[in-house]
């Protein structure tokens, strides 16, 4: 009986691998995540969105990117949280289990933001929502710091891979 | 130059008119006067205080976390500068009917929980947000008097590099700048940027 209990939850520990392996990734990171991310090699098109559990509009265009992630097998989403770093159990992770969220969900742990928030787009003033998407493949890189409305995320997608 | 002067003017009209935000001020540029609603019902100006050496302008609300989070940070700045010169003036910019929250009575309850000991202006209109090219909340502008009416822009940016806790913060980029116009000395960082929530634009 104990070698098959043994043998239960060993079958349930490598189901539960594999499938975390393939899908979503959530974590804390530092700047040089975000960086990397940015700069990688990649043949999708990368889709980073700035919010936070605290602002309204985020949450409010997070679906949008929620069905992108679905829906467009070339696109790598990615949501970073600029939530305080200590309430990422708190509030974060209950956000996401909530709106079950599956895209990847990066928090960025660095508050002294002027040190980075040109690095990501120099005509960004720091305002949330924002977004930034890049073609890694023409280097094209395109910023918007407001709301998106429904429908855009995927004609600006479309624009870029042309 | 009256052709010239004709297109200017034009071109700002359709800026206005399209509701296109203009690049606003930028660090060096004379200030823009403005006259807006205080909470007690007064209007305030520039003019208004005939004896100060500067302001410390805040575009701030009720509703953003960082605002609530700067709020007695704010107040601290007022009660250190406002002797020497350099009162805080803070201007809501939020439209109320997109913010409830930062109506003109929720203005006046949250001034009076807080004892806000400088004046907290609507901007109903949203002009004076605009002009001076604010974007998000908490946003500081130190203004320098060079003579009467005549103000230079000389900061814009953030109150410090730690939102979340003031005591950790290293840089206090409002009172190093305050500190060195009151010294006559250069400001070392005169623009800085933070995390913040966007301006709650009307309709």
Redesign the interface.
Known sequence: MKKFIILISLVAFFSCDSKNSSSQEIEVVKFEALEQLMNQDSDKIEVINFW?T??K?CIVELPYFQRLHEQNDNVNVTLIS?D?ADEFDKKVIPFVEENELTTDIMLLDN?????W??KVDPS??????ATLIINHKTGVRKFF???MEEGELEGIVEDLND | MQILKTLLLSTVMLFTLTGERLDGLEVGDKAVNFNLKNIDGSTVSLSTTKSVKGYILVFTCNTC?YSVLYEDRIIALHEKYADLGFPVIAIQPNDPQKSPGDSFTNMQKRAEEKAFPFPYLIDEAQEVTRTYGA??TPHVYILNKLSDDNYRVEYI??ID????NPQAA??HYVEEAVDNILLGKQISITS????????KWGN
């Open positions: 936070a605290w602002c509009p600029l305080f508050i002294d933001y002027n040190s928030i040109s960004w003033s720091g305002a949330i929502p710091e407001k709301e | 976390p974007t998000n940016g953030a590099n730690n939102s979340r290293s840089k800085t940027k933070a995390i913040g929530c966007t301006i």
